[in-house]
């Protein structure tokens, strides 16, 4: 079910102009508007991201559907996007969120780490799971994240982590431009989809670094993206959901492809797997 916007907390960075909301259960969603800049199929994106990268267990936001009121937006002028010197209002309904990892009042998030600090990241190998993510989804964008300290119990499923202990963790976000955002198609690039800090590739040695994700996509079930499909809400499609069939229909089938994409990779102008003796 939906939730309810009920505070404006502030604008945050970026070409799809989302905001931080406060919403009825209590947590706060940095939401994107269907009258999104770079255009509404964008909420379609994340969405469907979202629910694969759940089936990956890949950290990432919870996904939720954030409704604006009437009410909430005539209290709230300033929810608004800019269009060069146009003001465009955002309309009542249904809009993403993205779930904040915590109270942004007291948890510190950053999108950036220097390199001294990036090993202390507890979960540094999801950038090789997500990696394989992006390419099999045909991310035409540099992998996006933000780091946070927490207790590592909360987001790592290792049962033997202590639940007192606390450190750095990764969490993949901004999925907008996968299926090359609003096309709908898949563009592969060795560039596309890579973390701009090489570091987090250094591990890199065999294929093996890339368990289990590669074989969770190889045998990605129908039924997960069925899931994605029935779940997002007919006025994002906005008459496009025979269109979305097809491209679910797509990915599915360039499934086996993933490693390739991976290894394609090192065509590039850099190597990004310096350690990795095929």
């Known amino acids: 079910m939906p939730v ?26 940095v939401t994107k508007f269907r009258e999104n800049p770079q255009h509404r199929r ?18 990432s936001p919870a996904i939720q559907i954030v409704e604006l009121r009437p009410e909430f937006l005539l209290a709230n002028p300033e929810v608004n996007l800019q269009l060069g010197s ?13 779930a904040y990892p915590g109270d942004p009042d007291r948890l510190a998030v950053y999108d950036f780490l220097p390199d001294s600090l990036l090993p202390d990241v507890v979960n540094l190998r999801d950038f090789l799971g997500v ?35 606390k450190g750095f963790v990764a969490v993949m976000i901004d999925h907008g431009y996968a299926f ?25 040695r065999s294929w093996r670094d890339f368990e289990p994700w590669l074989e969770r996509i190889r045998y990605f079930p ?8 029935r779940s997002v809400p007919p006025r994002w499609l906005n008459g496009d959901r025979d269109e979305l069939e097809r491209l679910l229909l797509q990915l599915q089938a360039r499934r086996a492809r993933t490693p390739e994409l991976i ?6 102008r850099v190597n990004p797997f310096p350690n990795w003796d095929e």
């Open 4 to 29: 309810t916007a009920t505070r404006l907390l502030r604008k945050m960075r970026g070409g799809a102009q989302a905001h931080l909301l406060a919403a009825s259960d209590g947590r706060h969603y």
């Open 42 to 59: 964008i909420l379609v994106n994340e969405w469907v991201a979202g629910v694969i990268l759940q089936y990956l267990q890949i950290p």
């Open 180 to 204: 090359n955002g609003p096309h709908w198609e898949f563009v592969d690039s060795p560039l596309t989809g890579l973390f701009h800090r090489p570091i987090v590739y250094q591990s890199v």
């Open 131 to 165: 990696l394989a993510f992006d390419k099999w989804v045909g991310n035409a964008d540099s992998r996006q994240a933000i780091f946070f300290r927490a207790r590592l119990r909360q987001w790592l499923s290792d049962p033997e982590v202590s639940p007192q202990r």
């Open 222 to 229: 129908d039924a997960e993206l069925d899931r994605a499909l």
């Open 86 to 98: 146009r003001t465009v209002p955002v309309a009542p309904g249904w809009h993403f969120g993205s």
């Open 263 to 268: 290894r394609d990779c090192t065509r590039g």
